[in-house]
């Protein structure tokens, strides 16, 4: 599935592409989620300088395991030769309902693209990615900070519900 669009702003017509990722997109990909990791640090700390390159370093094999597995997809946005946004999605089986549900586990615009509908469109291929696998559920994990991703899901239907914990295995 590609979604093809036309988006005006600044008097410039865009043609945005959303579409799954390719292993032709590798490298464009993990550069986008290690900005995607700085962006939202410094939002966490508007001070902070730091950079991130865990994924351009380290995430090469499970990016290509990630667009091979029939449970996962990654959906890109692309205009032109240039990936703007991302959104990562996986299928969990929840025996004790007896169905599935998706997480999304990123998803992100790159800063001049946002407030475009570019996030609304990633989102729509996601949910109707979700339909096809019979998917009964989305849900995500945001950080606290993020309140304009917050609005973003409100207003996508999203409900707040639960409270999130992690353990570091060391």
Not at 11 to 25: E, G, P, Q, V, Y
Not at 30 to 58: G, H, M, N, W, Y
Not at 99 to 121: H, P, T, W, Y
Not at 132 to 149: D, M, P
Request: proline content about 2%; some cysteine.
């Amino acid at each position: 599935g590609i979604y093809l669009t036309l988006i005006t702003f600044n008097s410039i017509t865009l043609i945005m592409n959303i579409r799954k990722a390719a292993k032709k997109d590798c490298k464009k990909v993990l550069q986008i989620l290690d900005e995607f990791r700085s962006a939202v640090s410094k939002l966490i700390d508007p001070a902070s300088t730091k950079t991130f390159q865990d994924a351009q370093d380290c995430g090469e094999e499970l990016f290509m395991q990630t667009i091979k597995n029939p449970d996962a997809q990654i959906f890109v946005a692309e205009e032109g030769d240039n990936l703007v946004g991302i959104l990562t999605i996986y299928k969990i089986p929840v025996l004790r309902k007896g169905e599935f549900r998706a997480e999304i586990e990123e998803m992100f615009v790159r800063n001049e693209f946002q407030g475009k509908g570019i996030s609304q469109m990633l989102m729509n291929m996601a949910k109707k990615w979700c339909k096809e696998n019979n998917i009964k559920v989305i849900t995500l994990e945001s950080g606290n900070e993020l309140s304009r991703a917050h609005r973003f899901y409100k207003k996508e239907g999203f409900e707040e519900y639960a409270k999130g914990f992690k353990f570091r295995i060391n």
